[in-house]
DNA sequence: TGTAAATAAAAAATGCATATTCTAAAATGC
DNA sequence: GCATTTTAGAATATGCATTTTTTATTTACA
């Protein structure tokens, strides 16, 4: 469960560290987070674990409950319906200024992600059951590419805020591969539809492209395997 | 400068009483935030301080520079131009949400709020050239009260934030009150529209709303006037 | 003599051990 | 069995130690 990331202050490491063991689903959605624990586990003083959780807890990834310590926020389907919608629509107005302000420079940095993602292996045999890092951030890599032209930063870090959250339920649809699934092909598809300039078509295919990670949750969930409240 | 906000954690009145004054521009755009300083200024320990002023980094009103301390976030023109523009976005967003959702609560909320903004007086004689918190309390309220019957909480979160962002620009444009300004009636137009359930209507008027704000400032800087950068 | 590099001193940010305060649970009494 | 007190554990706060950055000064060189 360690995973040191190395960074220039070792408060950044810890933060590193505690967001990509929350996104990656290896801690648990609720769980109390102790500060000493945390301490002993990353082998850090209090004042670097405590700021690390501060920041995550304005990043809406840690609840933090004053003199009552911190924990990791929790997921609901109602979260995840709510975040699907809102994700599509923010999505929407990035897709639509990128594929208008976008240039060839765009076209090949959306070209080069898609084919990096498309060719990186999604497991690897030490963790099975869960999407590998390498693909993970080939993914995010992808998506960021896509609305890499959009004009406006503030649209982007919103669309950045929400996608991260995205990622702690996208990390949950992996274990239950049950509904089989052709990744590759949704993501081709929106590249495709981006580069030919169909904002319509491509804002439609991210919205189904959305809506199915949420759907095979939901209904994992109906079926009483999935580890979702609400 | 001292403005003791008190809560239940020491942390929590030192985020305050900081947010406040960088909202309210007492704290200058781009200005070195000295640990040793706040807490003398606070009576507070570096904890507290250090912990507040890490959750405000991520929140976007604080820049957090590695090993070289912070500083108050800066203001740009440009930075000014996305901030109205994708707050636009976002708040349409809202807007169409909440007049296709409000019942009757949601009406009465915002007449409410609306009538409470009107009557507060705007400045006061010990703070002149700058709005005063009760007003400027009434007025976040008013706009929230407007969004509030809108279903997604994510949506909300979003428009929070970039509300936020955009009262440290609207803070500004009292002490130059060049442009004569109608701003109760700006306002009175848009609870009109929305009660009235014309959304095309409400989210124009808003977006005038917005870029009115953002040409006050930005024809204030073209007369050198203005504490802008870009 | 002026400029620039190198070094030394100061200031400031980061990290830690410890003390204090608060919460929650166990134990005691009614 | 319920309420109150006690106690253990945990969160919060502080001051100091350490490390890094910045500033000021000196020294070398053109």
Redo the contacts with the bound molecule.
């Keep these: 469960m360690n995973h040191p990331i190395l960074s220039s ?3 950044e490491s810890v933060y590193a560290t505690l967001r990509a063991d929350i996104l990656s689903a290896r801690l648990d959605p609720g769980q ?1 987070l ?3 624990d945390l301490c002993d586990r990353l082998s ?5 674990v ?1 700021e690390a959780l501060s920041r995550l807890g304005s990043e809406g990834l840690v609840l933090l409950e ?5 924990r990791v926020a929790p997921l609901s389907m109602n979260e995840l319906h709510d975040l699907t919608r809102t994700r599509g629509q923010i999505e929407a107005l990035c897709i639509r200024d990128a594929i208008a302000a976008g240039d060839v420079e765009w076209e090949i940095g959306l070209m080069a992600a898609l084919h990096r993602m498309l060719r990186m292996p999604k497991e690897v045999e030490s963790e099975p059951k869960r999407y590998s890092q390498a693909f993970t951030d080939a993914h995010t890599a992808f998506h960021e590419a896509l609305v890499a032209a959009c004009v406006s930063p503030w649209l982007l870090t919103l669309r950045r805020l929400l996608f991260t959250q995205s990622e702690r339920y996208r990390a949950l649809t992996r274990p239950l591969a049950e509904v089989e699934r052709d990744l590759d092909k949704e993501h081709r598809l929106i590249a495709d539809a981006a580069l030919a300039r169909d904002a319509d078509r491509c804002v439609a295919l991210m919205e189904e492209h959305l809506a199915l990670t949420a759907r095979i949750l939901i209904e994992a969930a109906a079926h009483g395997s999935g580890p979702l409240s609400d």
């Design positions: 202050s070792l408060t109390k102790k500060i000493k850090a003083g209090s004042s670097a405590r004053p003199q009552r310590g911190f």
